[in-house]
């Protein structure tokens, strides 16, 4: 069973995540999206070159990373959520019960040994 496919994306907590992400624009270029982030697109994904990893700032308050205290979030894209997520229940993991699915895909959620939490991220067939 493949696990993890790729990260999907890094997600952090700021002071100030308009003019963090402003500075990061201004000085190394990417342009920032109306929902606050970036999208690097992969020119070699084996999906037509659809893939893409997402960089965002989140409020130095988001509940989002929750349970977790820690100030990031990494997203991992996934070949099977619903396979990797009882495989890793089947050995012993912190596997968060809530699993979203829209659009986007399909997403879950587990805490590695040190409480950080993970967003498992299964993309919408064809991306």
């Known amino acids: 069973m493949k696990r993890v496919t790729g990260v999907g994306g890094i997600f952090?907590?700021?002071n100030d995540p308009r003019a963090l992400a402003e500075w990061y624009r201004k000085h190394?270029?990417?342009q920032v999206e109306e929902w606050g982030g970036f999208a690097f697109r992969w020119s070699d994904d084996p999906s037509d070159g659809q893939g893409t990893t997402v960089w965002c700032p989140f409020p130095s308050d988001t509940k989002y990373f929750e349970p977790s205290s820690a100030p990031f979030m990494i997203n991992f894209r996934v070949a099977?959520?619903?396979d990797l997520l009882a495989a890793l229940r089947a050995e012993g993991c912190d596997v968060q019960d809530r699993v979203e699915e829209s659009e986007y895909g399909k997403?879950?959620?587990v805490l590695d040994p040190e409480g950080n939490k993970l967003e498992l991220w299964e993309p919408?067939?064809?991306r």
Request: aromatic share 20%.
């Open 80 to 82: 099977d959520l619903h």
């Open 28 to 30: 190394l270029g990417p």
């Open 124 to 126: 919408p067939a064809g």
């Open 107 to 109: 997403f879950g959620y």
């Open 12 to 14: 952090f907590k700021s």
